[in-house]
């Protein structure tokens, strides 16, 4: 059989699949709710976007329309104004908008790192090296996602103020030098999808272990990672009761719209304000998702094989 005839009957084949699910009542009721879905989900986007470009009087006279004059100075006044009130041991003190986005960057951008970096490392050992400790490390990985954890918090929080670094950075960064989540289970299967030819032609040519794992066998990993980084980031920066728990000095922006969603600050107490302040908190995920989405999108491969 030809290549022509192969490549023929394989659109045919999937032509006719189509054709089928395209008959399948089962398949237009999914589409019709995830349409539902994702028209919702835009308008909600749209709607939040245009309301915050609207003026606080202007809003109350045209709730769903376009602004009749855009308000950029909405931003302008968030930017400038926004801030939260906290006591500490030390007293009272206003923490500022920059000094939010500042604790946020700290926070996820670097948590996200350190964890992905753990995750990565441990996982490539105990897949490309078979040893007990190995097995047992992958054991208690499966155990930790079975058996739930249970008031770890206190005991988390008991253990930092021993060390005495809680209320402090390094305490969160510590917390995610963690690998036992699922990202370890999704990242050793491709770890041990990489072909050992690699690792042997790069010890011929002189490689040790550190180049074979930067040099090698990161790079064909590299989507992966960077969709863990992405994923990671944005759960961190949307999280304000890790920061709020065990870093109570150092609020982050999400914290402070869960303030603002929950209390009436002066001058962001109308709607405008409200929806200003919370795309201006998702300005970095937009931006991270920018920068990195041709590396995540594209398929991820292994040398010439594709997964």
Request: hydrophobic share 50%; aromatic share 16%; net charge positive.
């Amino acid at each position: 059989m030809s290549e022509v005839t192969k490549k023929m009957k394989k659109f045919k084949t999937g032509k006719d699949r189509n054709a089928r699910l395209g008959k399948n009542p089962l398949s237009w009721f999914v589409f019709i709710i995830l349409a539902f879905c994702s028209f919702y989900v835009a308008y909600k986007l749209i709607w939040g976007l245009l309301t915050s470009f609207k003026d606080v009087n202007e809003f109350m006279d045209n709730k769903l329309g376009f602004p009749k004059e855009w308000a950029f100075e909405n931003y302008l006044y968030v930017f400038k104004n926004f801030h939260i009130t906290i006591t500490n041991t030390q007293g009272v003190k206003r923490v500022w908008i920059e000094q939010l986005f500042l604790n946020s960057l700290m926070f996820a951008g670097i948590g996200a790192l350190l964890q992905v970096a753990t995750i990565a490392w441990v996982s490539y050992l105990v897949a490309k090296f078979a040893y007990k400790l190995s097995n047992i490390i992958y054991t208690m990985v499966l155990l930790v996602q079975v058996i739930p954890l249970v008031n770890s918090s206190a005991a988390t929080l008991k253990l930092m103020r021993n060390l005495g670094i809680y209320d402090t950075y390094f305490s969160f960064w510590l917390m995610k030098l963690s690998f036992t989540n699922m990202q370890f289970l999704l990242l050793y299967p491709s770890w041990r999808a990489i072909p050992k030819d690699y690792s042997e032609a790069a010890i011929i040519d002189g490689a040790g272990e550190g180049m074979i794992f930067f040099k090698v066998n990161l790079p064909m990993v590299m989507p992966l990672l960077l969709t863990f980084i992405l994923t990671n980031f944005v759960a961190y920066w949307n999280d304000y009761m890790t920061p709020l728990i065990y870093t109570p000095s150092q609020p982050t922006l999400s914290y402070g719209v869960y303030i603002l969603t929950n209390t009436n600050i002066q001058g962001f107490s109308r709607t405008p304000m409200r929806m200003s302040t919370s795309y201006l908190a998702g300005v970095p995920m937009i931006l991270v998702f920018i920068l990195f989405r041709k590396q995540i999108m594209r398929k991820m491969s292994l040398g010439g094989l594709k997964e």
